[in-house]
C-alpha cells in the first residue's frame, strides 16, 4: 500500500458526461500528479500540482481539468467524455519536486466510456 | 523530447533463469532513470532508481546502473521467481527545476513459470 487513495475504482459513463475522480496524496507530500494509461498511449504524464498550484503540464486535453484543495487532495475532472477517454488514471505523490523525486502511485480509477 | 526505448515484449522466462530487460533514453541534461513495477490489478510501485551516471539502484534482487555514455539503464536479476510476474517500466525524470514529470517506456510483461 503506497499511501495514496484514489476513488472510485471504476467508473462507467456515457459519452458526453462529465465525471471527477479524487486523489489524496500520502501525508505528508506536497505534489500531486495525474497520468493516464491506455493501451494505444501507454503511459502518458497529464499534470502536476504542488502545494495547490500547477506547476507542469504534459498531455492534458483541454476537456480535462484539475485543482488541488488547500488539503492538498487533488481532483481530475473530465468533461464531454468521448469513448477514447476511457483509461486508468493513476494519482501519485511525492514529497519534493525535482528531478530525482520519487513518485508513489494509488491504485487507479478505471474509466470506462460507453 | 525525452524518451525511452524498452526492449519488446512479453518475455518468458523459467524460474531461476537470469533477467535482462534493455531501456534505453534519450533526454536533454542529466535525468534521474527509475524502473517501476505493475503487478496485476495494482498500481506502480518503485522498484529503484538512480540519479546520476554510474549509480547503481538496487532493490529485491533487482540492479540496474545508470550508463551515460550508452544512455542505457538496463534492469537485471540473477534469479527470477513467479512472484517477480509483472510488467515493467523504464520511466526517466525531468531534468529542469521543479520538473518531476515521468516519462514511461511502454513497459514489458515479465512471466515466469514454475
Known amino acids: 500500500d503506497s499511501g495514496v487513495t484514489q476513488t472510485p475504482k471504476h467508473l462507467i459513463t456515457a459519452t458526453g458526461q462529465r465525471v471527477t475522480l479524487r486523489c489524496s496524496p500520502r501525508?505528508?507530500?506536497?505534489?500531486v500528479y495525474w497520468y493516464q494509461q491506455s493501451l494505444d498511449q501507454g503511459l502518458q504524464f497529464l499534470i502536476q500540482?504542488?502545494?495547490?498550484?500547477?506547476?507542469a503540464k504534459g498531455n492534458i486535453l483541454e476537456r480535462f481539468s484539475a485543482q488541488q484543495f488547500p488539503d492538498l487532495h487533488s481532483e481530475l475532472n473530465l468533461s464531454s467524455l468521448e469513448l477514447g477517454d476511457s483509461a486508468l488514471y493513476f494519482c501519485?505523490?511525492?514529497?519534493?519536486?525535482?528531478?530525482?523525486?520519487?513518485?508513489?502511485f494509488g491504485p487507479g480509477t478505471r474509466l470506462t466510456v460507453t | 523530447g525525452d524518451s525511452v526505448t524498452q526492449m519488446e515484449g512479453p518475455v518468458t522466462l523459467s524460474e531461476e533463469a537470469f533477467l535482462t530487460i534493455n531501456c534505453t533514453y534519450t533526454?536533454?541534461?542529466?535525468?534521474?532513470l527509475f524502473w517501476y513495477v505493475q503487478y496485476p490489478g495494482e498500481g506502480l510501485q518503485l522498484l529503484l532508481k538512480?540519479?546520476?551516471?554510474?549509480d547503481k539502484g538496487s532493490n529485491k534482487g533487482f540492479e540496474a546502473t545508470y550508463r551515460k555514455e550508452t544512455t542505457s539503464f538496463h534492469l537485471e536479476k540473477g534469479s527470477v521467481q513467479v512472484s517477480d510476474s509483472a510488467v515493467y517500466f523504464c520511466a526517466l525524470g525531468g531534468t529542469t527545476g521543479a520538473n518531476s514529470k515521468l516519462t514511461f517506456g511502454k513497459g514489458i510483461t515479465l512471466s515466469v513459470r514454475p
Open positions: 501525508s505528508g507530500d506536497l505534489s
Open positions: 501519485a505523490s511525492s514529497v519534493v519536486v525535482g528531478p530525482g523525486a520519487e513518485q508513489y
Open positions: 500540482y504542488y502545494n495547490g498550484e500547477e506547476r
Open positions: 538512480a540519479t546520476k551516471a554510474d
Open positions: 533526454a536533454t541534461g542529466y535525468p534521474s
